[in-house]
């Protein structure tokens, strides 16, 4: 039994964290379920700690490339930089470093094809384990998961979930090892949970629909905008986060703000310019007009964060944040992954966010994930959260369900890529297979449910056919007295739906069906009726009704059977997709061709890059054509995104026709495509391949900086894999190398 751990770099362990310590070193894999902001990741910094004093390798794996390469950041600073390495598809620094940093979704490509590069590490650090309910990340955590060797252990960190025991049971059932369950309710920080009404100001939570309720027609002119809100935390509630769900959004309300208000001193300005004019100097941005606003803003302790942003404004603004020389930042929610930025209070612009088709209201996972922010330890007694009240889109549903009491259930989003499919083809590992066909989230809950559900219908059936035995026996040329009232209603009804149907001419088939049923409830009631006494009427009425109540319960009960048995099963999904990849050539039967072969080492829109690769493409494009082209794939246009630059440069109509032909072959075996290829930043990526500076080819579109980079470093990922699977052709490898260095300059280039 290990020495109880007490404390850790001059800090007092909360209870959770010794438990969850004490599980680690007992060899235990450990679930980690505790509120946003409460030291979750002082756990993991303690089994990296020990892992490394012991001689192990540990991997870190997160949701989101930033997170990745903040806590490279971090790791550096702690253990030291030739301890520690980070592999995201498009950054590779130190790989063979015993702490090794990356994404689930690389964590997850390495156990299909090199399963042995963790035979020397001891455990994984699944950091906001929680994503496996993300709707497109959270596959790649359950593959990963059940990937894992049985040599590592786990530690899974995870946002508050009300369903952490059946992740543990699932956990427990796939890796046949014990799962230590720590969950942790209490913040390190009490949060108080406000709204600001336009007419009344700061009110509870509690109170927000009384008072509205009963001044609503009075005051519903009335408008508050963020600034009222800022006025009236000023002076007690800064610094603040303030979450805007909406980048424009975002810029309008810093500019709004920064008119009339200034929260720094004449040295305090000093420090932010000089520390701003001194980050972007090498990248030569300095006239583009983002630039100028965020140099603007920041000077007076107001900052903008969203993924539009060029990452070195996102990294001043981050730095700058930390050392408290911004007192307000208007955000968007993916600050609050993982940066562990604690504020004063938490500001909502809204309690409504758009999730890409339609406006809808926060989920209370969200809202928590966010206003877990509020609360520094060690400064504030307690952390505070604002909600914005909007009077003309008042639901008090929409406010009441923000409890942690109502924190939604984490949900399985597994599904079957083709490269996971290829793999277990060519791996020919049929346990593999069977674990991941069977043993996902999805499979295990919907097993689990079905047996539930399965256990109660035969219950109930049991106790339905027993209740008979209290009836009494008719023969069969008898008809039961409290039957004869109901067949001669309902003889009525089709009687009378016979003399409409032939006033108004209806089809002969209704007829045909009307007049059939009539002869059978007129043959019923020809039966004499059973002459019983008053008493065993009643008695057969309480049972009739508790046969019926019985009855609707086990009809509920297998139509939810039929659902949970009529959902896309994973085995379905894995048949129709090996048929679109028969279809391509990539396998015949369970034999791998050529096709399938190359697409093993693809992992992005693993077809059509396959496709091009196969068809010598690559070969033939030159190196700014294929800079060009690749950018377009996987690319998602957002909404209200304007035209691009035309695509005089190459020849884009191949590429397009490309897509749609497998696009139809996929929508023939499944129904709907996985295919996105859109050149709509083509241009540009050919001019940057070109040499244009970065400020040349923004002329050329109204895409956000941010969005623009992040496409680049998307094509640096897709071209690092292309290289890795065209390395036998060496000629073919150095030109994809030379695709990649043309793109992964200045501003692009990742500083990490």
């Not at 909406?246 to 008119?259: D, M, T, V």
Request: aromatic share 8%; net charge neutral; glycine share 6%.
């Amino acid at each position: 039994m290990p020495t109880p751990i007490e404390t850790y770099r001059g800090l007092i362990l909360d209870d959770f964290q010794k438990q969850a310590i004490s599980a680690l070193l007992e060899g235990k894999s450990v679930l980690v379920s505790a509120p946003t902001g409460v030291g979750k990741t002082l756990i993991a910094d303690y089994l990296i700690e020990d892992c490394q004093k012991r001689g192990q390798e540990v991997i870190y794996t997160a949701p989101i490339k930033a997170l990745s390469n903040q806590k490279f950041k971090q790791f550096k600073q702690l253990f030291g930089e030739a301890q520690v390495g980070i592999i995201t598809g498009d950054v590779v620094i130190n790989s063979q470093a015993p702490i090794k940093i990356m994404t689930t979704e690389i964590f997850r490509n390495i156990l299909h094809s090199r399963p042995e590069d963790f035979s020397h590490s001891s455990h994984v650090i699944f950091d906001e384990v929680h994503f496996i309910g993300d709707e497109d990340r959270g596959a790649v955590w359950e593959e990963a998961i059940i990937l894992m060797p049985e040599n590592m252990r786990l530690l899974g960190l995870s946002a508050t979930i009300p369903n952490a025991g059946e992740l543990a049971e699932w956990l427990r059932y796939i890796r046949k090892e014990e799962i230590e369950v720590i969950t942790h309710t209490e913040r390190a920080v009490p949060l108080q949970h406000s709204v600001y009404i336009p007419y009344a100001g700061i009110a509870s939570l509690q109170e927000v629909d009384t008072i509205i309720s009963g001044n609503q027609m009075q005051y519903s002119g009335f408008v508050a905008s963020h600034l009222d809100l800022i006025k009236a935390i000023k002076g007690q509630y800064l610094p603040c986060l303030y979450f805007v769900f909406s980048r424009k959004q975002c810029e309008i309300k810093a500019k709004e703000l920064a008119e009339n208000s200034n929260f720094l001193s004449r040295e305090e300005k000093r420090q932010v310019l000089a520390y701003f004019d001194e980050q972007i100097e090498p990248y030569n941005i300095n006239d583009i007009p983002s630039v100028k606003r965020m140099r603007q803003l920041l000077a007076k302790g107001i900052g903008v964060h969203h993924a539009g942003l060029l990452p070195v404004l996102k990294d001043i603004v981050e730095e700058l944040f930390s050392r408290r020389l911004i007192q307000v930042l208007y955000c968007t929610e993916t600050f609050a992954v993982g940066i562990n930025m604690p504020v004063k209070a938490v500001c909502f612009d809204s309690v409504e966010k758009y999730d890409g088709v339609d406006f809808r209201p926060m989920q209370a996972q969200e809202y928590f994930q966010m206003a877990g922010r509020a609360g520094r330890r060690g400064i504030d007694k307690e952390g505070h959260s604002f909600i914005l009240v909007n009077l003309f889109h008042y639901n008090v549903e929409d406010y009441n369900h923000l409890k942690e009491s109502n924190v939604e259930k984490l949900q399985s989003r597994f599904r079957l890529s083709y490269n996971t499919i290829l793999h277990l083809v060519d791996g020919k590992d049929e346990n593999i297979t069977q674990m991941l066909l069977e043993k996902s989230f999805a499979a295990y809950l919907r097993n689990r449910d079905l047996y539930l559900v399965e256990d109660a219908i035969d219950a109930l059936e049991e106790h339905y056919n027993s209740l008979e035995n209290y009836g009494c026996k008719l023969a069969d040329n008898e008809l039961c007295p409290l039957d004869e009232k109901r067949l001669r209603n309902k003889l009525s009804t089709v009687l009378r739906k016979i003399k409409t149907s032939k006033a108004y001419k209806h089809p002969k088939a209704r007829e045909r069906a009307l007049l059939e049923k009539k002869a059978r409830l007129e043959a019923s009631l020809q039966k004499p009726t059973k002459r019983c006494n008053n008493k065993d009427k009643q008695k057969c009425q309480l049972l009739k009704k508790e046969q019926s109540i019985y009855e609707s319960e086990i009809k509920k009960l297998k139509k939810a059977r039929r659902e949970l048995l009529n959902e896309l099963r994973i085995e379905e999904e894995y048949v129709a997709k090996k048929q679109v990849l028969d279809a391509l050539d990539y396998l015949r039967g369970e034999q791998l061709l050529a096709r399938g072969k190359i697409a093993l080492d693809i992992h992005v829109q693993e077809l059509f890059v396959t496709e091009l690769i196969a068809s010598g493409y690559f070969n033939d494009a030159d190196v700014a054509e294929i800079c060009a082209a690749v950018v377009g794939i996987d690319f998602d246009r957002r909404r209200g995104d304007v035209k691009g630059l035309k695509h005089q440069f190459f020849e884009v109509e191949p590429l397009m026709q490309l897509a749609e032909r497998l696009a139809t072959i996929e929508i023939n075996y499944l129904g709907d495509t996985t295919v996105k290829y859109d050149p709509y930043l083509s241009g540009q990526a050919y001019l940057w391949a070109k040499g244009a500076t970065f400020e040349e080819i923004l002329r050329y579109g109204q895409v956000p900086e941010g969005d623009l980079v992040a496409a680049f470093r998307r094509s640096i990922d897709i071209l690092r894999q292309i290289r890795n699977t065209v390395s036998g052709d060496v000629s073919l490898a150095d030109k994809i190398s030379e695709a990649i260095r043309l793109i992964d300059r200045d501003v692009v280039s990742v500083n990490i």
